[in-house]
């Protein structure tokens, strides 16, 4: 991938035009999916009941040569959040049968998902298809009776009103095995990114590059998903303008990884937080591995369990911080400041 740091400021504009997904790759793709889970409704023995897609897909974060997809399938099959463990093994492997006809499958045997790579015509795409419970849409939550079925839209609607987002995190973080709620935090996570500006989804587009091209760490740590949440955070303390100057909200993306020992993310009670302070408070008191006062901390705005700092090492931090200072001297930042709302 082409780099941007010595561009002039006036050609940064153009290098962020050319990351987009294009028109033509966006519809195969869209395509492709819509393909694939054709194909999986009409061989599957269970039902699919709605669709979800997450991952940079999702999220509207891919770029022409980085997509990725995560592919939802709730299955209308599991009445309650107790048939997923049960059932899932076996619909995992019936979809692994059925798929190996037509598609080209990865060969790890993940007991919760099954990766798929679809044709088009420059590569294959990365798919993996999570098949899932149903807590957002019309499939019963535990001890609930199929009423969703027959007022699906309004349930969705009113599902993620304030109250009933309380309620699923009360469920979230008292049950042992969250790995039934794993889909709906996906889709949840690519939801919130969403939604958000398309000059947003730019800037984040801008630090991957900076994350694979500039730093590009050796170490699984930090996730990616730090860099996209410090950019979503800083974007928020901008004041979440839906239009800026790019570069400025590089900059300021840039110095505070600069400055990584003070680095605090932290969303509930916020407006992109969906859950509130007290849930964030009560994972901290039984979490040991997460402290609110410590620093850096970035937690994740939709799984409370999720703090992305955890785990890496001081020499990834001093990393970070080093290239992140570097960046800011680039031809392409030069006169950078941090200006209110990025303009």
Same mark, same amino acid.
């Given at each position: 991938?082409e780099? %941007?740091?010595?561009?002039?400021?006036?050609?940064l504009?153009?290098?962020?035009?050319?990351?987009? %997904?294009?028109k033509?790759?966006?519809?195969e793709v869209?395509?492709?999916?819509? !393909?694939?889970?054709g194909?999986?409704k009409?061989?599957?023995? @269970?039902?699919?009941g709605?669709v /979800?897609?997450?991952?940079?897909?999702g999220k509207?974060?891919?770029?022409q040569?980085?997509?990725?997809?995560?592919l939802?399938? +709730?299955?209308t099959?599991?009445r309650?959040?107790e048939?997923?463990?049960?059932?899932?093994?076996?619909? @995992?492997n019936e979809?692994r049968e059925?798929l190996?006809d037509? +598609?080209r499958? /990865?060969?790890?045997n993940?007991?919760?998902?099954l990766t798929?790579y679809l044709?088009?015509?420059?590569?294959?795409?990365?798919?993996?298809?999570?098949?899932t @419970?149903?807590?957002?849409?019309?499939n019963?939550?535990?001890?609930?009776?199929s009423v969703?079925?027959m007022?699906?839209?309004i349930?969705?609607?009113?599902?993620?009103?304030?109250?009933?987002?309380?309620?699923?995190?009360?469920?979230?973080?008292?049950?042992?095995?969250r790995?039934?709620?794993?889909?709906?935090?996906?889709?949840?996570? !690519?939801?919130?990114?969403?939604?958000?500006?398309?000059?947003l989804?730019d800037?984040?587009?801008? @630090?991957k590059v900076?994350?694979?091209?500039?730093?590009?760490?050796?170490?699984?740590?930090?996730k990616?998903e730090?860099?996209?949440?410090?950019t979503?955070?800083?974007w928020?303390?901008?004041?979440?303008p839906?239009?800026?100057?790019i570069?400025? /909200?590089f900059?300021d993306?840039m110095?505070t990884?600069?400055?990584?020992? !003070?680095?605090?993310?932290?969303?509930?009670?916020?407006q992109y937080?969906?859950?509130d302070?007290?849930?964030?408070?009560e994972?901290?008191?039984?979490?040991?591995?997460i402290?609110?006062?410590?620093?850096p901390l970035?937690?994740?705005?939709?799984?409370?369990?999720?703090?992305?700092c955890?785990?890496?090492?001081?020499?990834?931090?001093?990393?970070?911080?080093?290239?992140?200072?570097?960046?800011?001297k680039?031809?392409?930042l030069?006169g950078?400041?941090?200006?209110?709302?990025?303009?």
């Open positions: 991938m780099t %941007p740091w010595n561009l002039a400021p006036c050609d504009s153009h290098f962020i035009k050319e990351l987009r %997904p294009t033509s790759a966006t519809k869209n395509d492709a999916i819509e !393909s694939l889970v194909y999986m009409k061989k599957l023995t @269970v039902t699919v709605r /979800g897609v997450a991952g940079e897909w509207s974060l891919s770029t040569d980085d997509i990725f997809i995560d939802l399938l +709730y299955i099959d599991f309650a959040i048939d997923h463990s049960k059932r899932l093994p076996s619909i @995992v979809l059925c190996n037509k +598609y499958l /990865g060969m790890k993940a007991q919760d998902c798929v044709p088009t015509c420059d590569d294959m795409i990365t798919c993996t298809v999570f098949p @419970v149903d807590l957002l849409g019309n019963p939550t535990q001890g609930t009776s969703y079925s007022r699906h839209n349930i969705i609607a009113i599902l993620f009103s304030l109250a009933n987002i309380g309620t699923f995190y009360r469920k979230f973080i008292t049950v042992s095995d790995s039934p709620y794993n889909a709906t935090i996906l889709e949840m996570q !690519s939801n919130l990114i969403k939604k958000t500006p398309v000059y989804h800037l984040i587009r801008l @630090v900076w994350q694979t091209t500039k730093l590009s760490l050796r170490s699984r740590e930090p990616p730090l860099f996209d949440l410090v979503l955070h800083r928020c303390k901008a004041g979440c839906s239009e800026f100057d570069r400025k /909200g900059f993306v110095k990884l600069g400055d990584w020992a !003070s680095l605090q993310v932290i969303w509930g009670g916020t937080g969906r859950y302070k007290n849930i964030m408070e994972v901290a008191k039984h979490n040991l591995h402290c609110l006062e410590d620093t970035v937690m994740d705005p939709i799984d409370p369990f999720l703090n992305y955890s785990g890496v090492r001081r020499l990834i931090w001093e990393e970070i911080e080093r290239t992140a200072r570097e960046t800011t680039e031809a392409v030069k950078g400041e941090v200006t209110p709302n990025w303009q």
